[in-house]
């Protein structure tokens, strides 16, 4: 179920909402979030090379 | 306007050792408990050495939870808290970050932590062994900063730079008295490009070590800073030291919002005046080097492009990349603020660790793009005699310009 | 019934000795270094901390290090619980009589590489990625890939009879170690292979004795070295994952994909509705994935690019000539190289009445299912659970199932099948503690009701499991003979006591 996933930053975040009682969120920027889904980005391309020479792609 | 803001305020509550852990700081360590991947472990440079997960980023956090539960007191966590390196890996590896960080706008942040635990103890008098070391460099650095004028900007005395301009090189004190050849070779690489700058009289003091032990007395510090940069008139501020772009970055703005000029680090400066044709690289430098990238720049700011870029425009260099992922697992050892005071010794094999890896690539130089590791580096090589020099990738752009620093 | 034997206390003399053998640096007594050595990533009651933290922490740094600690707990009587990477998620490392925690992560070097009889010799403390880091420069590889990849250690994965997930392309963890050192509970060091050989892959010599040693839990012994057989690096590694409407629809499928004897496929991996709903809550892959969308396959191939090439042809067909949608580069991609770290972040939890966000923990319940009983298994195991979130909302919640082609070098037939459970430790106490026990035990039930195992992968070992296993799973004398050799190995029950009921073999009445 896809409940209140927003699109902020041209990134899907959380619904404020939805970290209000548990846990809240912290003071996070713009520019530090872009940081870390590029670093994830980078990791997940690390990541396959670590297990084969190349990615394959799909047949046409 | 380059600001990276991650900030948990409630980290700014003091733990005392006698009082409950908080039920934030509680959720904010379980958080980490909770995952217990441990993703946070064998890229930590402290653990690939002494293969403790006590010191590492889940160690801490689950340490903080056991003195939350009566397990622990938090007095007895004065050395364990010791065993960091403020290099970042632990915290951006994590999932909670890495995976979940953007989405739930709260990721783990375990160098700001371990940053206030230390500083929480010092606080409530619980001092770690060695610690006179780390008051004796703060002691330095204080005399540093109550030097005259003439002493302060001695390292470009020959030089004749103003004290002020929009465009300002940010020279602290590590710089300015130690690792000096390191801002002047900026300096002259800048005035050779044609770029007008000034450096200011006398900065504040931006010691990690003083972070982590006095806030007020730091923040007082950080205020002196700002204003004498904007004072200067500085629209741009250039700066050399990957430590001292942390806290401009980073750090400054949580407590001080939006600083009133950019900031941008000497390698993506030179990186543009390169692309620009502002500085040409004509003289051949023959060697083969690989590229050591610092903590500050590659696992806090997302700077690992402009020093790669740069390296690959010097001619006659022969390159090998070790990629910035495979880095995260890396340090020079000496670490973001009182690592190296507090632990020579690890701090040495940290350093060791990182040569023989540069050696094992087959080069002769370890090009560098942070003063700390060139002054940790060289010692470790001096001692170690492991067969590859460090050296700042700015004295090479400096030679290929057919510059005399 | 009533325990024959008694363990010593730690005291001075004996932390004395133990600092004897490894050095002051190496003993730890202070609390906070054994509490955090008091749980692994199974769920965790943390309103009993102070029961499972050990009396001391022991870093051993050699073989001889390891037999001469033994000795001394085998002399004083004091229970011994080896802890790896302490990411087993069947409470193998957590301490249930206290005592040392043997904690080899310092044991770490790669021995020998043997490039022609293809072998890596290590010791127990090496983590697979770093093992790789090395061997990927020769061309090699050892394709052992576990949720815990990038921080679990070779000893750990040995002593809880580990599982990959591309086991169905390069084996599991049993299939890919060819000989061991290991020391027995007296102290004693002996080799264990196949055969007497140190690199053979196949002998019929003697009995089984290699496989007593694998997937113990650590009651048995401590392994101190390690001989493994390693793969040529693959050239192409290719995901792809398909989208189905229904469970049913992948169900199906997933039949056609793992009986097509394509030798290349690494992994078929089903997500169920549930676990496609659970993706869709925060996962940047699965949000934009449209509705009729219910159902997820995961592929990935592995091999020569010669190899792939064709199969990966003929895996679309089979797919598409079903009404599978492929899902694309970009998630498939993406997805495959994020598998360690994406399904499992403790901010995925949901207190189901408010949709608050609830830091938890992940616990995947697993079990060897066959292919046939994966929807009554699928069906039963929600029920248990939607019947207990129901009553604590909050402190569980379903994060949905994964089915993984489970058997060794080929993909079909049995399925490690697993229900992903969020729990909020944070919230436990004695009554959801219970409630939680009573669970799991649940879920072991059904398993044993279509014969199948409770553990494809994590081992029988947590409470709430262990009844299940040793008094049904077990029940036709292999429990018995189990006790049996436990007590000719253990005579006085130091290494881990308490797991498997083992203690049973040690009682009287």
Redesign the interface.
Known sequence: MVRHAIIKYG????D?DD?QD????????E???E??????W??LD?MHKRFADKVVKPPE | M????????FYDEPLKKDEPVSE?I??DC??V???????C???CPVYQE?????YTS??FH??LL??S?G???LG??KE?ITYCLECGACE??C?????????????T?TVDLVRKIRRDLIAENEKPNNWGEVEKKIDQYKKYYNSSPEEIRQWAKDLEIPTTGDTILFVDYFTAFQETVTVRTAAQILMKAGVKFGVIERPGLTLGELYETNFDEWLAHAKETIEALKSAGAKTVIVVNPHEYVYLTREYP?YMGSLPFNVIFITEYVAKLIENKKIKLTTEVDIKATYHDPCALNKFS?IWESPRKIIESIPGLEYTDE????QWYNCCGNGIASFKELHPELSYRIGTSRLRKAADLGVQYLLLGCPHCKDQLSEVQTKSKINVEPIHLLEIVAKAMGLEV | MTSILKYGTIDDKILEELRAIVGDENV?T????R???A???APFP?HK??EH?PDVVV?PGSTQEVSEVLKISNKYKIPVVPRG???GLADGAMPLRKGIIL?I??M?EILEIDEVDRTVTVQP?I?M??LN?VLEKLGLWFPDDP??Y??AVVGGRVGTGGWSLVGAFGGHVPDLVLSMEVVLPTGDIIRVGNGGGRKIRKSSVGYRLKDLFIGHQGTLGVVTEITLDVFPRPEVEFPAFFGYNSFEHAYENAFKMTTSGLRTLGAVVIFDEEKVEYLRR?D?AYIPQPKSIKSIIATVMYGTEAEVEGAKKRLFEIAEKDGAIYLGEELSEGDWA?R???Y?????GRRRSDWQ?V????HCEDAAINHSQLPYVRKRWHEIASRYIEQYDGVFDDWGMFMYSNPPFRPWGDYLTEIDIGIN??ALDEETWEAWVNMKREIAEVVIEVEGSISACHGGTREGDVEVCVRQELKDGQFELMKKIKKMLDPNNIMNPGKYMLDEAYQEG
């Open positions: 990134h899907f975040m959380v404020p970290m548990v846990i809240r969120q912290q003071e996070l920027n520019e530090e979030i940081r870390i889904v590029k670093y994830r980078m990791y690390w | 380059v600001e990276l803001l991650s900030y948990k305020k934030e509680t959720k379980y958080t408990f909770a995952c217990r991947h441990k993703f472990r064998e890229v002494l293969r403790n997960e006590s889940y160690g689950a340490a056991s003195v539960r397990i622990e007191s007895n966590m364990t951006l590896r999932p909670n970050t890495l995976f979940g960080g953007d989405f739930y706008k709260r990721r942040t949580k997302g990629d910035p992922v495979s | 730890f202070e609390p906070h270094h509490a955090i050595r749980s692994v990533p943390l901390w102070s933290t870093l990477g302490a990411t904690d992560k310092r770490c403390g983590n990625q770093e880091r949720a815990s990038p921080v925060d940047e994020s360690h770290d994406r499992a972040l403790p901010l995925h966000v830091p938890m923990t992940w430790e944070l």
